[in-house]
């Protein structure tokens, strides 16, 4: 493989493929490609094979076969260069209860090599980005589960690394702080780094993402913009609406190439009480997986 | 080789931040305990208000100051890379470009000044209670912290291995729980070799402990005669933090 930054390639990876020892095949030869400032969000139900395929990325999980290179770095056989140009946010990580704020973001600064002053003013930035001000000086330990969480983030993005792993970022933070990691993570993707995240949160991948991946079974199902995705699913409109007619009334979803026919549909059968949306994303998801987002196992 | 440095400095200085909210456990298995088991073994070997010959209190001054050193470096830094391990936290250190070893040595300087707080704490209780130790000057105390370094590397040797094989939290805190008293209790350590079991005679050959409680009891006494004692827990460091540092991989299989 020929990955290096010329090529405008960021990931590459070739038939990666994770069974583990009890026989489950995590992920099952997948091929992904990311070019350079692309922001791509991997979607999937509990047990898809997200998180297995991201750690394998960031090369806490070794691969039972296949390729990754991260900027043209091999990342299975030279981790520690590879990840030296990527910021992750593990899924389910802990934080250091008795440092303070300042104290974790500027220890795991210097750990990535930032000098002291760096590590410093990249802190002070941070925090002030992460709405963390008047935690800056608490310890970690005495903070909610969605301040640690933005730490977490934070940890990711020190040293400004070109390339950014985030698994399930924003998952246990409030609509609030979702929103503030949310610009923060524009921000970055506007300066031209490259972001892979994973989310549960379809609104989160159509606002962030300009790319989104689908994966289940541990194979990318589908792959490409939010329009391609859309382009592929034939019924754009979404008609949700009670069935009622003096009995009981049942909810009914029916989907509808044009709004015309939507329409008619609703006319011959004299619903009054009805919703008429263009199809979500969840619903291209639907159509092409065959569940949904909140069906699954969970995932080792 | 900098980097080396500054990765080994930043993790004992975040290890070394935890003694702000956990001064209290540290003093309890590093002081306290280890006194009170002096205090302990004095009162015993004194029966029927005999005197304790000042021979007998170095000896058990030793054998709790080897008692400190075990609970420092087995059970309370065990539990901690156990903590590490099972919450995620070394979960951080592992998508660093940070080396396994770098993690290791950080925390093994944290022990050594556990360690180093331990044996003082030890001494200087044992001045208040009227020890008479005979460490003879600078070249006394030298060797002293040599015994207690090198100590140190073997015992967290043992540690780094449980921290890094077990499979869950609880399995591990029993482990270094039970090997950080067990090492002690089953090694010629407060006893005689002679008078204990000939099987836990034997098994106190193989223990870092019989060595440590030899090198600290011949230098409390004057004897400065401890090369054969550090030679064998050189060799046990190296070989154990050798497995310590094979078995420990940021990469999951």
């Known amino acids: 493989m020929n990955n290096s930054p010329e090529n405008n390639l960021a990931v590459r990876v070739e038939n990666l493929t994770k069974r583990y020892k009890n026989g489950t095949h995590a992920t099952c030869g997948i091929d992904f490609v990311v070019r350079c400032g692309e922001c791509v969000a991997i979607l999937g139900a509990n047990g898809a094979g997200k998180t297995t395929f991201l750690r394998q990325l960031t090369t806490e999980l070794k691969p039972t076969s296949g390729a990754i290179e991260i900027f043209g770095i091999d990342a299975i056989q030279d981790a520690n260069k590879a990840k030296l140009l990527m910021g992750v946010t593990p899924q389910e990580a802990g934080v250091f209860e008795t440092l303070t704020v300042t104290e974790h973001l500027e220890f795991f600064g210097k750990l990535k090599g930032l000098d002291k002053n760096s590590a410093k003013i990249q802190t002070d930035e941070l925090i002030k980005n992460l709405e963390l001000e008047a935690e800056a000086k608490k310890q970690v330990g005495m903070l909610s589960g969605g301040q640690r969480r933005r730490i977490l983030i934070g940890l990711a993005f020190l040293g400004k690394p070109p390339l950014l792993i985030l698994d399930e970022p924003t998952t246990g933070l409030d609509p609030q702080s979702r929103r503030t990691v949310w610009i923060l993570l524009k921000q970055i993707i506007a300066s031209g780094v490259t972001v892979i995240f994973s989310t549960h949160y379809l609104e989160e991948a159509e606002q962030i993402a300009n790319r989104i991946a689908f994966i289940d079974g541990g194979k990318i199902v589908a792959d490409g913009s939010l329009t391609e995705l859309r382009a592929g699913f034939p019924n754009k409109y979404r008609l949700s609406y009670l069935n009622g007619n003096g009995q009981i009334a049942e909810p009914h979803t029916e989907f509808f190439a044009d709004f015309a026919a939507a329409r008619k549909f609703i006319g011959e059968r004299e619903i009054s009480e009805y919703q008429l949306a263009t199809a979500s994303l969840e619903d291209v998801y639907f159509s092409i997986v065959g569940k949904s987002l909140t069906d699954g196992n969970d995932e080792q | ?253």
């Open chain 2, 1 to 253: 080789m900098k980097k080396r440095l500054t990765d080994i400095f930043c993790i004992f200085q975040i290890h070394l931040a935890r003694l702000r909210r956990e001064a209290g456990p540290f003093l309890l298995a590093a002081i306290i305990f280890p006194i009170t088991m002096f205090l302990f073994a004095s009162g015993i070997a004194g029966q029927s208000n005999e005197t304790v010959s000042n021979n007998a209190k170095l000896h058990f001054l030793a054998a709790s100051m080897v008692f400190s050193l075990s609970l420092t470096a087995i059970s309370w830094l065990g539990y901690l890379m156990l903590e590490n391990r099972f919450t995620g936290k070394l979960k951080l250190f592992a998508t660093l470009p940070l080396a396994p070893s770098s993690y290791v040595f950080g925390i093994l300087i944290f022990a050594v000044l556990q360690g180093s707080l331990g044996t003082i704490s030890m001494l200087v209780a044992a001045k208040i209670l009227g020890v008479q130790t005979n460490i003879g000057g600078v070249f006394g105390v030298l060797l002293l912290a040599l015994t207690v370094f090198i100590a140190l590397l073997a015992l967290c040797g043992i540690s780094v291995i449980v921290a890094a094989r077990v499979r869950s939290f609880s399995e591990g805190s029993l482990y270094t729980d039970a090997l950080g008293a067990g090492i002690v209790l089953l090694a010629p350590v407060y006893y005689s070799s002679d008078s204990m079991p000939r099987l836990l005679q034997w098994l106190g050959w193989i223990l870092p402990t019989t060595y440590i409680n030899s090198a600290i009891s011949k230098i409390l006494a004057g004897n400065p005669f401890v090369g054969g004692e550090i030679s064998i827990l050189v060799l046990m460091a190296l070989v154990l933090l050798t497995v310590g540092f094979k078995t420990l991989d940021w990469r999951e299989e």
